[in-house]
């Protein structure tokens, strides 16, 4: 997404010209996430060095190194206060790499520590950044109005000029005359061929003809000039062609310029009518007293909808003009190899009954279904939706050739991050090194996320271990539940909180060097809030307490791509 050096002055971070910490920005594709962080060492070279920095518009590297042998520019310290974690690790570049975009790197996916981040010292003066343009009026649009029973209203042909302009950046509007300065005949007949019509009759200001708006009425209005100055060149067949001055004036409202244009007003294009559409369709029995998929035969049920989603209907698809062609082409749409037979529910009731059709109100949705000879797609067939002249008995029922499509896997739940809490206040805070594990998980297509906590069925010491150092300690000092220990989150807030399991039966094999070679349950449990596991990991040699901030971020692999979460991504978006 980008990049920059940086430095520290004070307690700030700030551009280092070109000299600093490299910083880079990395984002999703779909927008739905950035993260702000440093480049690792890892496989960094004086080649790489030379492309990095012609990258950030400098000519060359003059020298680099990495914060661990230099914290000129930002301390180590600095960048874990500031939660600047590497965000790009391993960049190679080829020998005959010329750009960064060349280059290959592991993008939120790393095993890097601050020390090892990347500053740089590049030849050259740090480039001036493009000057973010002043913001300034622009034409949005106009009409030619008249006052009708004291009401300013659309003239038609005739009537003052009322123009709409407005900023850029749009952080400003306005709506108002123009004033006749400069304008003249040829201006005239651009200015009515711009709004529409065929050129112009006649044209004047309010001062000499009050017939379409008064002064007066400018002004009770406040119609003040937005356009002055408006000059066309001869060669000029546009309005966009002339100069102009916008919220610029020395006019009066009586200066304010009407016209009577040739021609009609022109007819605005009419808002097409919102109709029926085909939204799917699917073959369906019974079951019991129960409707279901009924794979590759059954009725022919379909749902059509409006085009502006007002409305919708379920039913289905009469047999009137319906024969073995139109038969073909709906299986084949279905996702099946062809037909194998059909026909209508009158002599058929194996698939739905009549009587329950009308019991469930599956009345018919498609008729007249013509499919011509050429026909390959069931789009290419014309039908009367939602108007038709059916009984139940004529619904058409297909047996498909071929098995059934496979439907669409559910979305799984997936892990997503996981910290240690407990309650400061009433309110649920980190926990730093001790707290009652709370779990962060989402669907793989991304719709549900929810936060809950790990029950210690089938958790033990060496699954202690393993979490502590999945979320960045070294080791377990000791775990329990909160049955037994409710002084960092007790059950009785678990259950005003909303907290429930959402991790049961992790069970870590005894050769498991990480928390993801373990298997559980996720969502799924027979657990209640007393037995929601708290752990107090330690970190270092001599097994001090302490708080990795690095360790609380996760890599993942969430819909099929990388993504990097860190504990303090969660905060303000969990629901507790």
Known sequence: MGAGLYRTEGEEIIPGGNAGVLLAVVGMTDDSQDSMGTLCDDHFNNHSAGIACRSLGFDGVIQWGNVGNNEDFISESALRENEFYTVVDNMQCPETAMNVTECDADLMDHNCSPYESVWLECAGSSPEPEPEPEPEWQFM????????DGQIVEAGNAGVVLISVAMSDGSDTAFGTLCDDYFNDHSAGIACRSLGFDGVIQWGNVGNNEDFISESALRENEFYTVVDNMQCPETAMNVTECDADLMDHNCSPYESVWLECAGSSPEPEPEPEPEWQIMGAGLYRTEGEEII?????????????MTDDSQDSMGTLCDDHFNNH??????RSLGFDGVIQWGNVGNNEQYISTNLLREYNLDTVVDQMSCPADARNVTDCEADLMDHDCSHYESVWLECEGSSPEPEPEPEWQ??????????????VEGRNAGVVLVHLATSDGTQVVSGTLCDDGFDDHAARLACQSIGYDDVREWGNVERNGDYISWEDLVHYGLETVVDELSCPADAAHISSCSSQLIQHDCYEGESVWLDCAEGEDGEDGENEEGNFFELDFKGVKVGLKLGDFRGRIRF
């Open 141 to 148: 649009g106009a009409i030619l109005a008249r006052t009708i």
């Open 293 to 305: 998929p009924g794979g590759n035969a059954g009725v022919l049920l379909a749902v059509v909808g």
């Open 326 to 331: 139109s038969a073909g082409i709906a299986c």
């Open 415 to 428: 892990f997503m991050g996981a910290g240690l809490y407990r309650t400061d206040d009433g309110e649920i």
